[in-house]
């Protein structure tokens, strides 16, 4: 037996006590009476206690469970059912998935969810909330949500949020989903749930080396059977420009000139299900939109033509900056780029969008002291002059570069915050000269945005300063003391494996011929851990010659969007002849450029994460209308819908934008074996059947929908209970008409005896 | 159901006007009293002749009866005239008449101090609260003008009387005299008010046997809440003594009915426990204990020869005492002639 409505129940057997309260009550109202022949009432009273005392506790007993049968009959107790959940009323959890897989349409048209949207309206059609059914509801898009858990009984409300569901961005959460499910369970407990897993299985949904958590004993996991017809997709996984931050010169919002030059953006594109078979030509179309929304203007275009097993391109749209000026035009020097492919089964993943932002100048500032005077000889040359050198080189042939890198100095003992305002790069050239609170400065600068590039002081003997970068960046490196000599090092012609700070994409192609004069005689060689931070560039032997990370931060705070380079060798030709080598300048610039463009450009995020935002952020407001707040420097929610997204203070000023792409992950739209999906699932299940559905489509052979209602009646128990409570009530006004003795004659005086 | 007595005031003494007779004696108890005598059922100790028979055999008064002679008895009371006949020796007894000696002892013990009945409605000469403040007719008011009208009878007819105010012992004391002052004292006597203490009746008894050296008319006036195994123990002590005696049993009316319908803490006066009870439940139960206690307080009081009268707050004194005055001097006459 079970009820409907424990709370109700909880609250009606509260109400037991009440009856107990008011005879306390009662008894502590009563004025005393004075009476005089209290030894008769004493006699009487010893002669007759266990009576009372047993007639009240009856009225008592019979009062109290008047209300806890009224109490059981408001809850709605109901008894006697069984079916594939088992004796009880039915608790059923409906997991739906709703990742960017499920937005796959068929050969007809019909999307994945809504095919599982009409299977979970099919078995809400088989529960009766009268019966003590009830329901939750999960979507699985990640991290998945749980609109309804614990499962209600207001079947209504569960229909309607079910029909309002629309694909996410994201990637299937399997796991997150049974872990609620799991904790929502608990243990131990009478009910004999149902777990209904309403899914495609496609390969973007299922991650077979990710293991699921158990689910308790007396659940049932039942499946819709995995998809069996694969689906043509073609998914834009990556995007990106050469350069996020461009020197275009005159330009911005306070520049009336268009901005001049072209730059490109890279597309990547993937392909899945049968059409990798086959020859195809996708055209891949670049808009311009402004980070405040509006019309988007085409901007670029490219033709991607595959060839039969091709699976992978890259497409490079060319990208003229004046076609920028509609945008720039609305005042903002940033740009979100719009890639959009044409439309296929699966069009979430057809879109995606990246940020550039214009500038007329980046701003270095080098922490060193300059030796070379107004003409200095090579020798005389100090690190920072080789710096200044490389980013600020003399004027092309017509005296006007397109864009240029302003640089200024600090001196390595004022290293303070108004020093570091306004500066989009710091070069750290003598870190032996600077103490650690100089240090923590540096690693605020770093949190806000900017780029730091630490050299090696230009001497010998030991150096004990790296501890103290080591410590303000929370780096997990292994940086030598002592410099180590090279016999002629050389540049690796190939470059390691480098990840997202990839700070010398551009040079690829010309990295070969730059890096052969070049010779390295000595490095304070460092080791990063894995995972913090990589290698740019290294040296023949593997001695990483360029260093790139992101500072740690500690779990609970938001990620750092700083990026710190580290150059193993000094600017020194005692250490290296790079400053007199070709590739000192390319080197240094794409350092700058492309660092400068990584710490402080657009924030870019997958969908389905939780986005930082950037400082002073007290909301994000899509081009839609919906608002999330925003706590502690992230989103409040998992944004799990790709879209550009305006970061605002509290006075409304656009801080920033975070693009949320589709995570291409889930794009993966081949299908899996039934074995293979049976197996993985059954890892929540272990030792027990998972039952299978079929939802009448793609999938025959399985259980119908229909069948886990079963036929099985229930028997409601309220009315009984309720004719049980009247023939108490009967019994209570019994009891207590004859234990108030109300029926007892009343004696008249003894007659006066006369004498 | 009666209402519950309101507290009493308390004060350890308050005096009445002594010559106000009408708070004890409401003017109809007066008129039906003047017309009757009261006489004493058994033969009583007196200075005066005539009225009231004499329990003492002597020689110059009516003849009683023979007894044997025993050693020791005086020589000069041998009826010679029997020895000459019989051969046996016996003394001649006689019969004195003497005076009525009246002891009107009350029960002031703390359940005295209850009753049911107003005021105003009992004490009949316009009052609606007793001088301390009670808006109730309690037990005690009723047995202080029993007393009083036993008193006023007696001194009217020229006998004397006294007066006992007693609890756990003697708490006052009237000597019996019949001069004009009498009254006042015996009236200044009852202008008491019961105590927190319950009755010793065996106790004040002897206390008070003490202080009679003849024989009298006692007259308990109370509502022997006490051991009827110790009220027979005093009452032996009387009969021992050779005393007459008349029972007042007083009882309220909300005390013989227990008519209470709610639930309610009953609080002793005499300092017992208080007692929640539901009264409906219990009233079976307490009627048969009270009306049990009734019966053997009358029972003991018949044992002995002694008269009992019942008496209900709630009625009037007059008609009830008259009656039961007539019928006892019909009862002596009847003894004495028939």
Known sequence: ?755 | MPDPTPDRPRTDRIRLPEQDASLYLHPQTLSRLRTFELRAKMIVEGVMSGQHRSPYQGFSVEFAQHRPYVAGDDVRHLDWKVFARSDKLHLKQYQQETNLDLVAMVDASGSMDYGSRSFAEASGVGRKTSLDGRDYWSKFDHATALAAAMCYVTLRQGDRAGVVVFADEVRAMVRRSSSTATWRQVVGALSTHPVDRPTDLARATDQTLAKITNRCLLVFISDFFEDPERIRAAFARIKHRGHDLIVFQVLDRAERTFEFSESAPFEGLEGEAALRVDPRAIRRGYLDAINGHVERVERITRSFGFDYQLVDTHDWLGPPLAAFVARRNAQIKRSKYG
């Open chain 1, 1 to 755: 037996m079970s009820v409907l409505h424990p709370a109700l129940l909880a609250a009606g057997l509260a109400c037991v006590a009440a009856p107990i309260i008011i005879h306390f009550l009662m008894r502590r109202r009563r004025r005393p009476v004075r009476w005089a022949a209290m030894r008769f009432l004493l006699e009487a009273y010893r002669q007759q206690k266990r009576r009372l005392r047993f007639e009240q506790l009856l009225l008592l007993s019979l009062r109290c469970l008047l209300v806890a049968l009224i109490a059981f009959a408001l809850a709605r107790p109901i008894a006697g059912r069984t079916g594939i959940v088992g004796p009880g009323p039915r608790t059923v959890y409906l997991v739906i998935d709703d990742s960017l897989t499920s937005a796959a349409t068929d050969d007809g048209g019909t999307s994945a969810l809504a095919r599982h949207k009409s299977s979970a309206e099919a078995i809400l059609a088989t529960l009766d909330a009268a019966r003590g059914d009830r329901a939750g509801l999960l979507t699985l898009g990640a991290p998945a949500d749980a609109p309804v858990v614990p499962p209600s009984s207001d079947l209504g409300s569960i229909r309607r949020l079910v029909g309002a569901l629309t694909p996410t961005d994201a990637p299937a959460d399997f796991a997150g989903a049974l872990s609620r499910i799991a904790a929502d369970l608990g243990p131990e407990g009478q009910d004999r749930p149902l777990v209904a897993m309403l899914s495609d299985f496609r390969a973007g949904s299922v991650r077979d080396a990710e293991r699921l958590p158990e689910l308790p004993r007396r659940a049932t996991l039942a499946a819709t059977t995995a998809a069996r017809v694969p689906v043509s997709n073609t998914a834009l996984v990556a995007l990106e420009p050469l350069r996020p931050v461009i020197l275009a010169g005159a330009a911005g919002p306070e520049s009336a000139a268009a901005p001049a030059g072209s730059t490109q953006v890279r597309a990547d594109l993937q392909r899945f299900g049968p059409a990798t078979a086959t020859t195809a030509a996708t055209t891949v179309r670049l808009l311009a939109e402004s980070a405040r929304g509006g019309d988007a203007t085409l901007i670029g275009e490219a033709v991607v033509r595959w060839s039969p097993g091709q699976s992978q391109a890259t497409a490079s749209v060319a990208l003229e900056l004046e076609r920028l000026a509609p945008v720039l035009r609305e005042g903002t020097s940033s740009v979100v780029l719009r890639a959009e492919i044409d439309p296929d089964a699966l069009h979430r993943d057809d879109t995606r969008r990246v940020s550039i932002s214009l500038r007329d100048e980046l701003r270095v500032a080098l922490i060193g002291t300059r030796r070379g005077g107004a003409r200095p000889t090579l020798d005389a040359f100090a690190p920072a002059d080789w710096a200044r050198l490389a980013l600020e080189p003399a004027a092309d042939r017509f005296g006007s570069p397109a864009g240029r890198v302003r640089v200024s100095e600090i001196d390595p003992r004022v290293v303070d915050s108004s020093r570091l305002a306004g500066v989009d790069a710091v070069f750290v050239l003598e870190p032996d000269a600077i103490d650690s609170a100089a240090w923590t400065r540096l690693r605020a600068f770093a949190d806000s945005g900017g780029l730091v590039v630490v050299t090696p002081a230009a001497r010998g003997g030991a150096q004990t300063w790296p501890d103290l970068m080591l410590e303000a960046f929370s780096l997990d490196w292994t940086v030598e003391r002592e410099p180590r000599t090279l016999d002629a090092g050389t540049i690796a012609g190939e470059r390691p494996a480098t990840g997202e700070l990839d700070l010398l994409a551009l040079l690829v192609g010309e990295l070969t011929h730059l890096a052969a004069p070049v010779r390295v005689s000595r490095v304070l060689a460092a080791q990063p851990a894995r995972g913090s931070g990589h290698a740019v560039l290294a040296l023949s032997d593997g001695t990483p010659l360029v260093l790139a990370a992101r500072p740690e931060q500690f779990e609970a705070a938001p990620p750092s969007r700083g990026v710190i380079v580290y150059i193993t060798s000094a600017l020194d030709l005692d250490w290296t002849d790079l400053p007199a080598r070709p590739l000192m300048v390319p080197l240094l610039q794409e350092i700058v450029r492309q660092g400068v463009g990584r710490a402080g450009g657009a924030w870019v995020s997958a969908a389905g994460s939780v986005p930082t935002a950037p400082p002073s952020a007290a909301e994000l407001r899509s081009h839609e209308g919906t608002t999330i707040a925003v706590e502690s420097g992230r989103a409040a929610q998992p944004l799990r819908r790709a879209a550009a997204w305006r970061a605002l203070d509290s006075e409304g000023v656009t801080r920033g934008t975070i693009l949320v792409n589709p995570d291409t992950r889930a794009s993966r739209t081949d299908i899996t074996a039934p074995d293979e999906i049976r197996r993985w699932l059954g890892a929540a299940t272990p030792g027990r059947d998972l039952r299978t559905l079929d939802d009448g489509t793609t999938s025959p052979g399985g259980e119908s929908v229909a069948s886990l209602g079963g036929d099985d009646p229930v028997t409601p128990l309220s009315l009984p209970l309720l004719v049980a409570a009247a023939f108490v009530a009967i019994a209570e006004l019994a009891v207590a008409r004859f234990a108030s003795h109300a029926t007892v004659p009343r004696s008249a005086p003894p007659s006066e005896a006369g004498a």
